[in-house]
């Protein structure tokens, strides 16, 4: 089994591409999917979060908006939800890659938008890195509702540089061209991924997930 990761700055188009991969029969796992579920009522990080930031919790469930408003501006405030909430994640992508492996999945891709940041990339048979021209970036980005300019600069100052990212990508998905074209990279990724003499050049760095 094969497993991948995805990933790219904020607006790049990660989410548009992980669905196009599972599009093509690949198991996709959606961090941010499983941190909407550990943050809805009776999810595991309600009780957690509700110790160290009671005014982020309504209604038996986490608001996102007040808990981003209760680490705004405070580095350790975000270390302790990270310390609370990544853990969470981490064994929810374990159980998943688990259960694929289990069910007989040729590809497994882990969506992770701060894979390189937090090293999740060293255990894994690729990188996938999902991209587009700045002018693009930052256009879809300040279409969001609610986003600003300063807004963007503080989520971008967590991210290594899409540049970075590229550099060390396995493959890169390019969404500035395209669905379309989108569509076909994914496609030719995973030819080659599945390709019986295909070997992830990651094996030599750490232990891999691969069983070709």
């Known amino acids: ?34 941190v909407h579920r550990l943050y809805a009522q009776g999810g595991e990080a309600v009780g957690p979060v509700s110790a160290i930031f009671p005014e982020a919790v309504k209604k038996g469930a986490v608001d996102r908006q007040a808990l981003a408003a209760a680490v705004a501006g405070d580095p350790e405030a975000l270390k302790r939800l990270e310390a609370i909430v990544h853990p969470l994640v981490a064994r929810s992508r374990v159980a998943f890659t688990d259960a694929a492996r289990e069910a007989g999945a040729a590809v497994v891709v882990l969506d992770v938008p701060l894979l390189f940041e937090t090293g999740g990339d060293l255990a894994l048979d690729a990188v996938v890195v999902v991209s587009a021209p700045a002018e693009t970036h930052r256009r879809r980005v300040l279409e969001r509702p609610g986003m600003t300019p300063d807004r963007l600069a503080t989520l971008l100052a967590r991210q290594i540089p899409d540049a970075d990212k590229r550099a060390r990508a396995d493959f890169i998905v390019e969404t500035g061209e395209g669905l379309d074209r989108a569509r076909v990279q994914v496609r030719q990724i995973l030819s080659v991924v599945k390709d019986p003499d295909w070997r992830s050049r990651r094996a030599l760095a750490g232990p891999g997930e691969a069983s070709h």
């Open 1 to 34: 089994m094969i497993v991948l990761g995805l990933t790219g700055s904020i607006g790049m188009g990660k989410s548009t591409t992980a669905r196009m991969f599972a599009d093509e029969g690949a198991w996709v796992h959606d961090a941010d999917q499983t």
